[in-house]
């Protein structure tokens, strides 16, 4: 498994990449585990089921974690409302996830980063 740090809001997180199976929870490509510090990202293989861009898909789950470790730290991943609890709601971190390179890229053109 090959790592990285990244400081989250003050908070040093270690990623690690190509975690095997048993590291991640049944059925997930990535997972953040707050108590530890800790990104895991899956070990991702090619084959006729998978998706064709692995590379790319790699990196949206790796932003999709690191969104989760945002609002972790941030204490929005505990206190933002009740049954919906929308800190830890899986639609607004993976929409987060999947459009933070077009957000980045529109603040860049228009330079207000």
């Not at 809001?9 to 991640?24: N, Q, S």
């Not at 990104?39 to 969104?67: D, M, P, Q, T, W």
């Not at 919906?84 to 899986?90: A, M, P, Q």
Request: net charge neutral.
């Amino acid at each position: 498994m090959t790592m990285k740090k990244v400081n989250i809001l003050g908070t040093l997180y270690t990623i690690y990449f190509d975690a095997p199976d048993e590291k991640l929870p049944e059925g997930c490509d990535g997972c953040m585990d707050q108590s530890i510090h800790q990104i895991r990202i899956a070990k991702l293989e090619s084959s006729r089921n998978s998706l064709r861009n692995l590379k790319e898909y790699k990196k949206k789950v790796l932003r999709h974690e690191i969104i989760h470790a945002f609002l972790y730290e941030s204490g929005l991943w505990n206190n933002s409302g009740g049954a919906e609890s929308w800190g830890r709601n899986e639609e607004i971190t993976d929409w987060i996830a999947i459009q933070s390179p077009k957000l980045f890229k529109a603040f860049k053109e228009a330079d207000c980063l």
